[in-house]
């Protein structure tokens, strides 16, 4: 897959000297939806701005269908499309005003066939003609998208689009955004919620304290997340493994007080009836027995938080 948007060693350093971007590395592939995931302050829209040029980088490059944001930034910014954190739309301006104007806006010609498609795709369409402050707040964010689909960009960046909506107008975006990728539309969005990034991404970002801690797909995330570890502990310490109940999925803890096996939940065996059985006929007496899941939360929790020791440690 061909790459859209090319980030290379992105600085960017606030009046004051505060590092917000501390050299990000990121190819965005044609076509991709791509969730950045990260806590409050990590960066995400100090990203996002940066590549749209509504901040400038202290270092680093970025190109956007191969125009450089900076030194080809009229042909970058052609091929973008962003939608805001917040409603900022005029109550009085009718529908289909507001997204022509912001058409206009590009330098692009009037083209009311192209309007027309953008309110469709967001069906929108038949509110055209309504006050945005006629419309439910779910209408309010399809206008925000028509506004930054109005000038056919091919990437689309979408800054925390559900933030503090109910989970009803929640699924409505995510079936949006879905709609505007099956359209060839490259996304990218941050968002605070894993379960976003766990339906809709086809890759996930990890952002924190401006470095890229992880980009990877979204299935080999999940597939991790199927793993899980249990743990049979006993009441007598053991030095070795025993021989029935040896395999790759076993391993004895460090001080010999319990056996770890490691399984897929979503696998049809799991293996743990003969695990229990076998550790019964080796004559192993249990203690207890405890579960444990990596959770994509997980994951996320344990970059960010050692993410805070580096720095500690720094
Ligand atoms: N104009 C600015 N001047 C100085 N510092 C700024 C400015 N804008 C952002 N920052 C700081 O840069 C850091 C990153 O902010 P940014 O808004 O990019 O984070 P974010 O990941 O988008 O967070 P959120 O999820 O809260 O929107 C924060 O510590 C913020 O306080």
Same mark, same amino acid.
């Given at each position: 897959?061909?790459?859209?948007?090319? #980030?290379?060693?992105?600085?960017?350093?606030?009046?004051?000297?505060?590092?917000?971007?501390?050299?990000?590395?990121?190819? #965005?592939?044609?076509?991709?939806?791509?969730?950045?995931?990260?806590?409050?302050?990590?960066?995400? &829209?100090?990203?996002?701005?940066?590549?749209?040029?509504?901040t400038t980088s202290t270092s680093g490059s970025v190109t956007v269908g191969g125009h450089d944001i900076v030194n080809d930034y009229r042909a970058a910014r052609s091929m973008i499309g962003l939608v805001p954190q917040e409603i900022n739309l005029e109550p009085f301006e009718r529908v289909i005003n507001t997204v022509r104007f912001s058409r206009g806006l590009f330098?692009?010609?009037?083209?009311?066939?192209? #309007?027309?498609?953008?309110?469709?795709?967001?069906?929108?369409?038949?509110?055209?003609?309504?006050?945005?402050?006629?419309?439910?707040?779910?209408?309010?964010?399809?206008?925000?998208?028509?506004?930054?689909?109005? +000038?056919?960009?091919?990437?689309?960046?979408?800054?925390?689009?559900?933030?503090?909506?109910?989970?009803?107008?929640?699924? %409505?975006?995510?079936?949006?955004?879905?709609?505007?990728?099956? %359209?060839? $539309?490259?996304?990218?969005?941050?968002? +605070?919620?894993?379960?976003?990034?766990?339906?809709?991404?086809?890759?996930?970002?990890?952002?924190?304290?401006?470095?890229?801690?992880?980009?990877?797909?979204?299935?080999?995330?999940? /597939?991790?997340?199927?793993?899980?570890?249990?743990?049979?502990?006993?009441?007598?310490?053991?030095?070795?493994?025993?021989?029935?109940?040896?395999?790759?999925?076993?391993?004895?803890?460090?001080?010999?007080?319990?056996?770890?096996?490691?399984?897929? &939940?979503?696998?049809?065996?799991?293996?743990?009836?003969?695990?229990?059985? %076998?550790?019964?006929?080796?004559?192993? $007496?249990?203690?207890?027995?405890?579960?444990?899941?990596?959770?994509?939360?997980?994951?996320?929790?344990?970059?960010?938080?050692?993410?805070?020791?580096?720095?500690? /440690?720094?």
């Amino acid at each position: 897959m061909q790459n859209i948007v090319e #980030i290379r060693d992105l600085k960017k350093s606030y009046k004051g000297g505060f590092e917000a971007l501390k050299g990000v590395d990121l190819d #965005i592939r044609e076509g991709e939806i791509l969730a950045l995931l990260g806590p409050n302050g990590a960066g995400k &829209t100090t990203l996002i701005s940066t590549i749209c040029g509504i901040t400038t980088s202290t270092s680093g490059s970025v190109t956007v269908g191969g125009h450089d944001i900076v030194n080809d930034y009229r042909a970058a910014r052609s091929m973008i499309g962003l939608v805001p954190q917040e409603i900022n739309l005029e109550p009085f301006e009718r529908v289909i005003n507001t997204v022509r104007f912001s058409r206009g806006l590009f330098g692009k010609r009037g083209d009311d066939a192209a #309007i027309e498609k953008v309110l469709k795709q967001l069906s929108l369409w038949d509110k055209k003609d309504s006050q945005i402050r006629e419309l439910s707040g779910g209408m309010k964010r399809r206008v925000l998208i028509a506004k930054a689909l109005s +000038h056919d960009p091919r990437v689309l960046f979408l800054d925390e689009p559900t933030a503090g909506v109910d989970v009803e107008l929640r699924k %409505d975006m995510w079936d949006v955004v879905a709609g505007l990728k099956a %359209d060839g $539309v490259t996304i990218i969005l941050t968002t +605070h919620y894993i379960e976003e990034a766990e339906a809709i991404a086809d890759r996930v970002g990890v952002i924190a304290k401006g470095e890229l801690m992880l980009v990877e797909e979204k299935n080999t995330l999940m /597939a991790r997340m199927g793993q899980k570890e249990l743990e049979v502990q006993l009441t007598e310490p053991i030095s070795e493994v025993p021989m029935l109940l040896q395999s790759d999925a076993l391993r004895l803890s460090d001080d010999g007080s319990a056996l770890i096996y490691t399984y897929d &939940t979503r696998a049809e065996r799991t293996g743990i009836t003969k695990l229990l059985s %076998d550790v019964a006929k080796e004559g192993l $007496v249990l203690r207890d027995v405890v579960t444990r899941q990596s959770s994509l939360e997980e994951i996320f929790v344990n970059l960010v938080n050692n993410g805070d020791n580096a720095e500690d /440690a720094a």
